[in-house]
């Protein structure tokens, strides 16, 4: 199972990325929904997430600030950075602070966001180990 969590202070933006995201993802994801950041990073305490997607823009917690917490609690959740800004700074502090995998602007185009979020997907996979058999030292 894996699991995908959305965080944006608009309660409508969550609903609509979800139901984009429903199903479309493949059958074994979990996509949860979180409209405070610091809310968001009090449950990664307590549940494992493959991938964070988070806005920019919310009044708590930036969005790179945001994933920048997140990076210390869950290293190895892939992160993603969802904004209404196209700014380069803001995406060059998002890719070296936060260690973003993706940085996508709304509007968002269905389809590619599917495409860059099943990336993020395959890319938390990849950083998994495929089995639990000891390491050698």
Known sequence: MKRLLLVDDEPAILM???R????SLGEDVVIETLNDP????EQARHCRYDVVVSDLRMPELDGVAFLTLMAAVQPQAVRVLLTG??????????INDAGVFRYLCKPWNAQALRSHL???LNEAAAGQPTSKKPVPA
């Open 118 to 120: 099943r990336a993020a």
């Open 38 to 41: 610091l809310l968001a990073l």
């Open 85 to 94: 800004s196209e700014d380069f700074t803001t995406a060059q502090a998002a």
């Open 16 to 18: 609509a990325l979800q």
């Open 20 to 23: 984009l995201l429903r199903g």
